[in-house]
């Protein structure tokens, strides 16, 4: 019998403009720590992240709250991650980008539209039970700072 587990799939958070590894800008550092607050309630058992900047750094807040280390994955190596999230059947997050969250959420089981590089925040949250996922989709809020 198959155990209870969710895995949540999120792209990174608002990044800077560089030209390469670009960090979290100030609006994605807040929303990292959104994520963190707005994952809190899980029993979470992983991490995962691309290596990086923009991804480890959306992931940190998380791992820090549950007391856990960031792995890395490969960013076209999305499958092979799914299998070791299948077969682990932890709960655990996985931090990507644009261009891979859509297929690793497809590789999970549920198929769902690409997104565009202006997206920010959308959170797929794929509970599985008896093997089977049911996805809700979520989304972090931001909070306008005031002038």
Do not use: W
């Not at 999120?10 to 670009?22: F, G, I, L, Q, Y």
């Amino acid at each position: 019998m198959a155990k209870d587990f969710t895995i949540v799939v999120v792209r990174h958070a608002e990044k800077a403009v560089a030209e390469s590894d670009p960090a979290l800008n100030s609006k994605g550092k807040q929303r990292a720590q959104l994520l963190a607050e707005m994952l809190s309630k899980l029993d979470l058992e992983a991490v995962y992240s691309t290596p990086f900047q923009r991804t480890e750094q959306t992931a940190q807040p998380v791992a820090k709250r549950f007391d856990l280390a960031v792995q890395n994955y490969k960013a076209g190596d999305g499958e092979v991650l799914v299998e070791k999230l299948l077969a682990a059947e932890q709960t655990a997050l996985v931090v990507g980008h644009s261009n891979t969250v859509p297929g690793i959420v497809g590789a999970l089981g549920v198929e769902v539209e690409s997104m565009t590089e202006k997206e920010y925040g959308d959170v797929f949250l794929l509970h599985f039970r008896d093997g089977q996922p049911r996805l809700h989709r979520l989304m972090i809020p931001m909070i306008e700072e005031k002038e």
